[in-house]
């Protein structure tokens, strides 16, 4: 037979699972507007009843109820939707990234402007077709020595932007890798905390939680894969493409012994620098050896948007540079080929100063020689007559130059085309890149948010169903205890009334 007291008993578990029931309302309520936190709920299960089934039994009805508990208090998260959610995370990262890229290129060009090359280079057009009318007059000798200078200033000024960019972005991923390494180091950490916790029949629901957001913030900059276990720990691996891996991080051990990423910049290759890896390791992080990682392994993510932001600017830099070095290697011919004021033949209108080897932007001028001496350029197409003599007003060789604009001196694509042609070409090219890449980003962001809605479907607290819920576990609180009230009454009788007629 049970005992009196054993309603009381039933009482109290109802008292202490509502009222945990009430708490985990609560910290849902609380933690509402936390980053990454994902909402618990109470899962109750009735308590074993009486009585046990045995053949020794006492008589009468038996399996009589003995009250609820709480079994556990589970986090509602999904995380086949969280790995859809970071995928689409990382791959707007990576857009984002490009488009600023694009974007800072396009700044660059600057066209169409009053401060852009193509103005710059019409001007230098325009002071030779000015020549050809003028070609021994010191003024217009002197626009054209003027704009030519303004060009290649324009033009260097556009490659050391461009460099820049491309250096500002190796100091972008270094400080990236940094970052991504910390993640590492906070998810191993939590790794072991959650094994432990795990381990003793608890629920790490919060630091699961923290892991979660690490991860999120870890996938955003480059792409890894994680893979869950059922004692709470988690693996962490850098994909190196046809099913090859490298471990990052590795079960429990990874407290201790974790990968890092690592990034060295290239200071003479701008935009060349070497992205690697060091796998978790029983050995001192410094112990283990660097593996080099090509930038196609890199499949998205923050790091992978800088890196084809990079490579665009190199795409950029080599136009401008074929651009400039055919543009002056065609003046130069033609200047060659004229006379200058003295009756000499023409020398090279642009040098690259202390590199003759190789044609670099940053090393082309006008030439020194020039630019102290307006007679040597060279606007005369035919030499001086036998008394030393110019014929009136010859300025061939300014107008050759000048009728250079409309050659087919260049290629694009395949095709033919003039000086500004190319240039066009490739303003156009850039402004289709630009456009497409802010396609790109919108649509992820798009896919991003759609993810993160459905995440927030599981994970997300809603405020009106937890007042629901706490009203709910208030009313059952107030039933369990007024059943206290009436099993103490009901004792209250048995001890303090019985007996008590006939005394």
Same mark, same amino acid.
């Given at each position: 037979?049970?005992?009196?007291?054993? %309603?009381?008993?039933?009482?109290?578990?109802?008292?202490?699972?509502?009222?945990?029931?009430?708490?985990?309302?609560?910290?849902?309520?609380?933690?509402?507007?936390? $980053?990454?936190?994902?909402?618990?709920?109470?899962?109750?299960?009735?308590?074993?009843?009486?009585?046990?089934?045995?053949?020794?039994?006492?008589?009468?009805?038996?399996?009589? %109820?003995?009250?609820?508990?709480?079994?556990?208090?589970?986090?509602?998260?999904?995380?086949?939707?969280?790995?859809?959610?970071?995928?689409?995370?990382?791959?707007?990262?990576?857009?984002?990234?490009?488009?600023?890229?694009?974007?800072?290129?396009?700044?660059?060009?600057?066209?169409?402007?009053?401060?852009?090359?193509?103005?710059?280079?019409?001007?230098?057009?325009?002071?030779?077709?000015?020549?050809?009318?003028?070609?021994?007059?010191?003024?217009?000798?002197? *626009?054209?020595?003027?704009?030519?200078?303004?060009?290649?200033?324009?033009?260097?000024?556009?490659?050391?932007?461009?460099?820049?960019?491309?250096?500002?972005?190796?100091?972008?991923?270094?400080?990236?890798?940094?970052? /991504?390494?910390?993640?590492?180091?906070?998810? /191993?950490?939590?790794?072991?905390?959650?094994?432990?916790?795990?381990?003793?029949?608890?629920?790490?629901?919060?630091?699961?939680?923290?892991?979660?957001?690490?991860?999120?913030?870890?996938?955003?900059?480059?792409?890894?894969?994680?893979?869950?276990?059922?004692?709470?720990?988690?693996?962490?691996?850098?994909?190196?493409?046809?099913?090859?891996?490298?471990?990052?991080?590795?079960?429990?051990?990874?407290?201790?012994?974790?990968?890092?990423?690592?990034?060295?910049?290239?200071?003479?290759?701008?935009? $060349?620098?070497?992205?690697?890896?060091?796998?978790?390791?029983?050995?001192?992080?410094?112990? @283990?050896?660097?593996?080099?990682?090509?930038?196609?392994?890199?499949?998205?993510?923050? *790091? $992978?948007?800088?890196?084809?932001?990079?490579?665009? #600017?190199?795409?950029?830099?080599?136009?401008?540079?074929?651009?400039?070095?055919?543009?002056?290697?065609?003046?130069?011919?033609?200047?060659?080929?004229?006379?200058?004021?003295?009756?000499?033949?023409?020398?090279?209108?642009? @040098?690259?100063?202390?590199?003759?080897?190789?044609?670099?932007?940053?090393?082309?001028? #006008?030439?020194?020689?020039?630019?102290?001496?307006?007679?040597?350029?060279?606007?005369?197409?035919?030499?001086?007559?036998?008394? %030393?003599?110019?014929?009136?007003?010859? %300025?061939?060789?300014?107008?050759?130059?000048?009728?250079?604009?409309?050659?087919?001196?260049?290629?694009?694509?395949?095709?033919?085309?003039?000086?500004?042609?190319?240039?066009?070409?490739? #303003?156009?090219?850039?402004?289709?890149?630009?456009?497409?890449?802010?396609?790109?980003?919108?649509?992820?962001?798009?896919?991003?948010?759609?993810?993160?809605?459905?995440?927030?479907?599981?994970?997300?607290?809603?405020?009106?169903?937890?007042?629901?819920?706490?009203?709910?576990?208030?009313?059952?609180?107030?039933?369990?205890?007024?059943?206290?009230?009436?099993?103490?009454?009901?004792?209250?009788?048995?001890?303090?009334?019985?007996?008590?007629?006939?005394?």
């Amino acid at each position: 037979m049970r005992s009196t007291f054993s %309603g009381l008993e039933l009482a109290r578990r109802a008292l202490q699972t509502q009222q945990k029931a009430v708490n985990v309302v609560g910290h849902n309520v609380a933690n509402a507007n936390t $980053k990454g936190y994902s909402r618990q709920e109470v899962v109750t299960q009735a308590t074993g009843p009486y009585t046990s089934p045995s053949n020794v039994r006492p008589t009468g009805a038996g399996q009589i %109820g003995s009250g609820v508990k709480v079994e556990s208090i589970q986090r509602q998260f999904d995380n086949h939707i969280a790995e859809q959610y970071r995928l689409e995370n990382s791959l707007e990262s990576q857009w984002q990234q490009k488009h600023n890229g694009m974007e800072q290129i396009e700044a660059i060009f600057n066209e169409p402007s009053d401060s852009s090359l193509r103005r710059a280079v019409d001007d230098f057009w325009s002071a030779l077709q000015q020549m050809t009318t003028e070609p021994t007059e010191l003024s217009s000798r002197a *626009i054209v020595r003027q704009s030519a200078i303004a060009m290649v200033d324009t033009f260097q000024t556009m490659d050391r932007q461009l460099e820049q960019v491309s250096k500002d972005y190796d100091e972008s991923i270094k400080a990236d890798v940094s970052q /991504a390494n910390s993640k590492i180091r906070g998810i /191993a950490d939590l790794n072991e905390r959650i094994v432990k916790i795990k381990a003793m029949g608890d629920s790490p629901n919060d630091l699961m939680d923290q892991r979660d957001v690490l991860i999120d913030e870890l996938t955003e900059v480059i792409n890894v894969k994680t893979e869950h276990h059922d004692n709470g720990d988690l693996t962490v691996q850098f994909p190196l493409g046809e099913g090859d891996y490298v471990t990052i991080i590795d079960g429990v051990t990874s407290g201790k012994n974790f990968g890092q990423f690592g990034y060295d910049i290239d200071v003479d290759n701008p935009g $060349k620098g070497q992205l690697s890896v060091k796998e978790a390791s029983e050995l001192p992080i410094d112990d @283990v050896d660097a593996q080099e990682i090509d930038r196609k392994q890199v499949a998205h993510g923050k *790091i $992978k948007g800088m890196f084809e932001a990079q490579d665009e #600017v190199d795409t950029y830099r080599r136009y401008l540079t074929d651009y400039a070095s055919e543009y002056t290697n065609a003046i130069n011919e033609q200047h060659r080929e004229g006379f200058d004021l003295n009756g000499n033949e023409g020398i090279d209108f642009f @040098v690259n100063i202390g590199n003759e080897e190789e044609f670099e932007i940053s090393t082309l001028a #006008v030439n020194p020689a020039i630019v102290d001496e307006l007679s040597l350029i060279a606007a005369a197409g035919k030499g001086p007559d036998e008394d %030393g003599e110019f014929a009136e007003g010859n %300025g061939e060789n300014a107008l050759a130059m000048a009728e250079l604009r409309h050659e087919n001196s260049m290629e694009f694509k395949g095709a033919d085309v003039t000086f500004d042609g190319f240039y066009r070409s490739v #303003v156009a090219e850039l402004g289709i890149s630009t456009n497409e890449s802010y396609q790109m980003l919108e649509n992820q962001k798009s896919l991003a948010y759609q993810f993160e809605m459905r995440q927030e479907e599981v994970r997300g607290v809603s405020l009106d169903e937890e007042m629901t819920k706490m009203i709910q576990y208030q009313h059952s609180y107030v039933a369990a205890s007024r059943l206290t009230n009436t099993i103490d009454e009901m004792i209250d009788t048995i001890v303090n009334r019985l007996g008590v007629v006939g005394r």
